[in-house]
């Protein structure tokens, strides 16, 4: 994976921070099974990992560098919190609701303590703002399980509605922005997002009957 190219149109820090979270990035991928999100209880438990990483993220965003507010990464442009509440509330409907417990981890595994350097935050963004790539394909399969609710409006797989496109450009130029030095300080923040969602969905894929 190191040696791969550009995309066209992809900048040399996107493309090395591709790289160097190609693994990272599909180990996450290969813990869900798509075609699972049908059966409830598979869905409620990929759902809820989700929904932990999400909250240890969270308590990041009042730390965004005033520069990335100003390129359209404030704490409101990117923040998941009315899907997160939403989602929450739509999974204690499904199953019973689950005893608030202790994240694998947390904030300092990400952010060391203190304002983040900006280059830092745009690597966790990468993942965080990120992953609803990857939540619109879950969404597809979801959506034909019999007791999905169609007229829901607020979910974790599309947490940003129809402005995805205008966050992640604003992610990707961010990251373009870079000095070359600063391309480490990314890629070790969005090496930590990535394994906060591996050990997550790890943690609750492996209890439960949907195993």
Same mark, same amino acid.
Not at 113 to 137: D, E, I, K, N, R
Not at 161 to 168: E, K, L, P, T
């Given at each position: ?19 160097? %979270? ?50 359209? &990464? ?16 739509? &999974? ?27 280059? %830092? ?18 969404? @597809? ?10 007229? @829901? ?18 992610? &990707?130029?961010?990251?373009? @922005? ?34």
């Amino acid at each position: 994976m190191v040696g791969l190219s550009p995309k066209r149109g992809e900048g040399a820090t996107l493309a090395a921070l591709r790289r160097s %979270t190609a693994a990272d990035h599909e180990s996450v991928d290969a813990l869900i099974a798509p075609g699972r999100l049908v059966e409830v209880g598979y869905y409620v438990a990929v759902v809820r990992a989700l929904i932990e990483c999400a909250e240890i993220v969270e308590v990041t965003l009042p730390r965004i560098p005033r520069g990335l507010c100003r390129q359209g &990464l404030s704490a409101s442009d990117v923040s998941k919190r009315v899907a997160i509440d939403a989602e929450s509330s739509f &999974l204690d409907e499904l199953a019973a609701p689950r005893p608030v417990r202790r994240p694998p981890g947390g904030v300092d595994d990400l952010l060391a303590p203190g304002p983040p350097a900006q280059a %830092t935050m745009v690597g966790l963004l990468y993942v965080y703002v990120g992953s609803a790539l990857g939540g619109l394909h879950l969404l @597809r399969v979801a959506r034909t399980a019999p007791w999905w609710r169609h007229e @829901r409006e607020h979910l974790l797989f599309r947490p940003y509605g129809c402005h995805f496109a205008d966050r992640w450009r604003a992610v &990707l130029d961010a990251l373009e @922005r870079l000095d070359p030095e600063e391309t480490n300080a990314a890629v070790g923040a969005a090496k930590a997002g990535f394994d906060l969602h591996r050990r997550s969905l790890t943690d609750h894929l492996s209890a439960g009957p949907h195993r």
